[in-house]
């Protein structure tokens, strides 16, 4: 290739977590050579990187697993894809994760087995992990083994702005390479992008987390699914810069009190602090409003929290937390809808796939099951990556970005992502009553012309971010419209009068 010789290659992944990685092991190992693409200026500032509790098996139940997938989703998830995520996910761990990565997954005392741990929704112990910092064991190898293989480049800090299409067909990306709107064109795509936390102010995923593929893809006509399903975790620190005090604390025996030192989860449900993630986020919210505050008891746990959870210990203590009463508030976390993929993570357009976070696969349906996400990421990652091989990239004709004035008034983006945050949270949080989701649907689509004004004139990885993140704002907006029935995450409730804007 010729310096003025368009860049190609075989697959384009975009993004790092574990289904990008998943994806392009898969595709490298059909001898595809393979481009990673990450904003992230570390390949590792993934959300796969900040997961704590860990990986479900099905330890050898697998109708068990399916069932409580099921339970977990309040009955919305698909049964045909849990199967394909429970037929799979053995043998993706044992040959990705324990064969060619060797995670060292933590083990009983006398190392005949596996330590399994158990969060909400489990009926039994079925979760790998290695203490609570399980997505930092598994993602840090991974990307090594990555760059080491011959046909895989990882490149950092360069964002996809757009997808290069040519009638209904995908051809890659155009990055934010200079010069700005730089065509990379590729065989296949698949999306890799993660979730949609920085739509929120309080979010456990890396605040890059703007729904670029999300966007992109329906930007470009590829369908989106089930997004009125973002999901809040329970129990993140309530303070500033709220960090994750993962379910399997609950798992091993903590539990969450109110203002009045009263355990209060008994009362919502028969599994108490084990009880469905959205069940708990919202007996939490209920609390604290009635009560003041929620803590998280870890004195129960039988060694001590110092002993079982060093990582989380040691982040307490690093933010001075101290003591056994942990004051915890939910948190959004995950996206359980997202770009409609079928079994290999094909998307509805062309040579365009998406797995993990960005994806819908239909394993989550209104609410995801602990645990599942990395899961889910490896094995539609691995079965995505082998789909993807064996196409020609095309060079077409790319859109051409507008370069004229890259740079953006001050505090431009600071200040719409100030107020798309306060919009989604206060309108798009744990309940929604249908007039106040209307109301958070004109103040977006407000804000997306006010971006829009600016993207015919300017290109900027900041704008394109914003770009994304109003769009995947509205388009969770208009899927909460659309849907007036409570399953999950989904609450529709009364209007409460309070107004943002
Ligand atoms: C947690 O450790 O509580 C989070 C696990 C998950 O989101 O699956």
């Known amino acids: 290739m010729t310096s003025t010789d368009p860049e190609t290659t075989d697959v384009l992944v975009v993004g790092s977590g574990i289904a990008g990685c998943a994806a392009a092991l898969a595709a490298a190992r059909e001898g595809a050579d393979v481009l990673v693409l990450t904003k992230a200026t570390r390949p590792e500032d993934a959300s796969t990187d900040w997961a704590q509790g860990g990986i479900s098996t099905t330890r050898g139940d697998p109708e068990g697993f399916k069932e409580d997938i099921l339970a977990a989703s309040d009955d919305t998830a698909e049964e045909d894809a849990i199967d394909v995520l429970l037929a799979e996910a053995d043998d993706a761990i044992e040959d990705v994760l324990l064969e060619t990565l060797e995670i060292p ?103 890059d987390a703007t729904g670029d593929g999300i966007a992109m893809a329906a930007l470009a006509g590829a369908d989106v699914r089930d997004l009125e399903y973002v ?27 109110n203002g009045d030192g009263e355990r209060f989860m008994p009362e919502y449900h028969p599994d108490a602090d084990l009880a469905p993630r959205d069940v708990v986020s919202r007996a939490v919210a209920r609390e604290r409003e009635a009560t003041g505050e929620v803590v998280l008891d870890v004195s129960p746990l039988e060694d001590g929290f110092a002993a079982e959870f060093p990582t989380i210990a040691e982040t307490c203590r690093d933010r001075g937390i101290e003591g056994e009463q942990i004051p915890v508030a939910p948190c959004e976390h995950f996206l359980c809808g997202g770009i ?25 349906g209104a609410n995801r099951l602990a645990s599942t996400s990395l899961l889910e990421g490896l094995v539609w990652g691995l079965r995505a990556g082998e789909d993807a091989v064996g196409r020609e990239s095309e060079v077409v004709d790319a859109p051409d970005l507008r370069n004229s004035d890259p740079a953006l008034p001050e505090r431009f983006a600071a200040e719409k992502f100030t107020r798309l945050r306060k919009t989604m949270d206060e309108y798009l949080g744990l309940e929604r009553d249908p007039d106040r989701v209307s109301r958070a649907g004109a103040v977006l ?27 995947t704002a509205l388009l969770i907006t208009r899927a909460a419209a659309e849907n007036t029935e409570s399953a999950g995450c989904h609450r529709v409730s009364e209007d409460t009068g309070a107004t943002a804007d």
């Open 340 to 364: 409609d993929v079928d079994e290999y993570g094909r998307t509805t357009l062309d040579r365009l796939y998406a797995v993990g976070e960005c994806s819908r696969t239909g394993v989550h």
């Open 231 to 257: 999901q809040f975790h329970p129990t993140a620190y309530d303070g500033e810069d709220p960090f994750l005090l993962s379910e399997a604390i609950r798992g091993e025996g903590a539990v969450l009190r």
């Open 105 to 207: 997954f933590d083990e009983t005392e006398d190392g005949d087995d596996f330590d399994y741990t158990r969060e909400a929704g489990h009926s039994m112990r079925r979760i790998l992990h290695v203490d609570a910092e399980t997505g930092t064991h598994i993602l840090r190898p991974f990307l090594a083994s990555l760059d080491d293989h011959d046909r895989i480049e990882i490149r950092q800090d360069t964002a996809a702005l757009e997808l290069v299409t040519d009638e209904g067909r995908v051809h890659g990306v155009l990055s934010d390479e200079k010069p700005t709107g730089h065509p990379i064109y590729a065989g296949t795509t698949i999306l890799a992008t993660g979730g949609v936390g920085a739509l929120y102010p309080r979010s456990t995923n890396p605040d």
């Open 445 to 471: 689509r407000r804000l997306k012309g006010e971006v829009d004004a600016y993207v015919r004139t300017r290109t900027s990885r900041e704008l394109y971010e914003l770009r994304h993140a109003t769009v």
